[in-house]
């Protein structure tokens, strides 16, 4: 057998040294082709499939020596999987083939591992027989690489899509699973089809130039894209593409990459609206009148929404009808038209009310949740309306709407309605503050008008001149308003003037009414008016603020008042600013024991005692308010 292999191998030589004019010139050609190349070389019988000749690349390759190879057939080197049925069709492939047959093929090394070779086959005529030329390279650590990076391709934990550029279209060459279930599209339905017609807006995709200039730098800035899914949703990624070059260095395609920040951008659009929504229900609890709380809280939503135009309205059980309480945008004009609804007429409001649910209004003037003649008078296309709803109660809706087309998504009309949930927790807290001012402010007017009648009694009483706490409770609070005292303040203020003398009450009326001069014991009763004030308002929540004034509007600035001869800035500034305004309307008053002091005198006295009985500062205050 191996003489006739030999024998096989002779002609062959012989065939190829007479190609040539120069049979040494053949021989060496015949040598530097098959052992020098770093290709794995054989040459086998078309007939027998037995191998002819082999080079020493081929030997290495598969752990052969020369002579082992020589009793080898092509089905000793084939992968079991494409043994004689496959090798039959592939040899009748080349002999069918003008040219060189191109192919990849698992070779078997002589220890049974397997190999991915990428094979080129001819034929080669030696008379009758066919002879089958074969070249093979080594692409197993290729074909591994290929495999790694189709496993990376396809698990990684972003979309990855390979365009080539048609007709200058981006067009889908290449995309990992991902890519498909994240839209919900089947791989034939997306091969072929341009990118760009997976875009939800394509006013701003990269020219041709603008893209070209970007790819000779090896790379495209990031940018943020949205992607339109089968079933309509909007799937918020951020693109990094990078160009594909051919041989000329022309940018040909792109390998894109699409990360999926849709739960990203919802949740800061949702942080945003809650930090948005939060700011304004703490702003609105503060000197905002219900009004312009509920002005603001349109105002965000518009905002935080991007709508055309929004507003709020109210339901009115008792009358069945609503109460349009604010607007933004195209509706700030028209939306107090709501309320003017013909009879059989449906507002989107009251549809809403009715439903207890949000509704979705694709087209205004063809929808059964708002009558058509009323659509008609606003420019809105498209509407979304959201129950204001507290617990089992519906205040009213929130409604959102957009003058063009508009699709809203599931991730929109859930954003709406949390931030109208925090709407209607506002607008209700808004609701209860205003009642609770209105009570308060009702409660306040009784308690005032229960305290000047009781500032009256201690007045008749104490026969006092008629007016006399009317007079010097304003004064006063003239006065501690130019000192700088804030509005909050005044109010006690205000009361505590009224009730300067309460502590009266306790003094018995053989003292208080006495009309000769007290003597020591009787003087010693008067001064305890001021603790009796104390006993009296410390016991009363709400009149506790009011205290400086009735206990301590007779201390003096030098310490010898009572009842605690407190001295200088420990006298509280109010009891500081009654005890000047006290003593100028006394002077200043008729008395049955003397007339009334002249204004200049008056003011003498009071600048006498500024430094001993009064604080300085406050008795020059009230000199430049009275313009004296």
Known sequence: ?????????????????????????????????????????????????????????????????????RRLTVHDIVALEQQRPSVTMHFQEIMDADRASLSERRWRRKDGTLLDVQVSANTLS????????????????????????RELFEDAPVMY????????????????QLFLETLGYLREEVFGRAITTFYLATGELRTRESGYQLAAQGRYAPEERQLVARDGRVVHTLLRTAPEFNRKGEAVGTRAMYMDVSQTRQAEAELRADAAIHDLARNAMGELDFT?????????????????????????????????????????????????????????????????????????????HISPHLAERFKARAMLGVPLMTGEAVLGSAIIAFNTAHRFTPEETARAERLSGLIAIVISKAKLVEQLKSAHAELSNAYETTLEGLARALELRDKETEGHTQRVTEMTVRLARELGVADEELVHIRRGALLHDIGKIGVPDSVLRKPSALTVVEMSVMRKHPEYAYELISAIEFLY?????????????????????????????????????????????????????????????????SGTHFDPQVVEAFLKLTDV
């Open 545 to 609: 603020p009011a205290i400086d004034i009735p206990y301590c509007h007779h201390e003096k600035w030098d310490g010898t008042g009572y009842p605690r001869g407190l001295r200088g800035d420990a006298i509280p500034l109010s009891a500081r600013i009654f005890a000047v305004v006290d003593v100028w309307d006394a002077l200043s008053s008729d008395r049955p024991y003397r007339k009334a002091w002249p204004p200049e005198k008056v003011m003498e006295h009071l600048r006498q005692l």
């Open 161 to 176: 899509v390979i365009t080539e550029s048609r007709g200058g279209a981006p067009v889908i060459t290449d995309c990992n």
């Open 126 to 149: 030696h008379g009758k027989r066919q002879l089958i030329f074969v070249a093979g390279r080594d692409i197993t650590e290729r074909r591994r690489a290929e495999q790694r990076y």
């Open 292 to 368: 312009a709380t509920v002005q603001l809280l349109v105002d965000q939503l518009g905002e935080v929404t991007g709508a055309d135009g929004c507003y709020i309205a109210l339901w009115d059980e008792g009358q069945q009808r609503v109460i349009p309480m604010a607007a933004s945008g195209a509706f700030r004009e028209t939306y107090q038209k709501m309320a003017v609804v013909e009879p059989g007429e449906r507002t989107l409001t009251q549809s809403v009310v009715e439903a207890r649910r949000t509704l979705v209004v694709e087209e205004t003037r063809n929808s059964p």
């Open 1 to 69: 057998m191996a003489e006739k292999v030999t024998t096989e191998l002779n002609a062959l030589r012989s065939a190829l040294r007479a190609t040539s004019t120069d049979n040494g010139l053949g021989e060496a050609l015949y040598r530097a082709f098959i052992q020098q190349t770093l290709d794995a070389i054989y040459i086998y019988d078309g007939q027998t499939k037995r191998l002819l000749e082999t080079n020493q690349a081929f030997l290495d390759l598969l752990g052969y020596t020369a002579t082992e190879a």
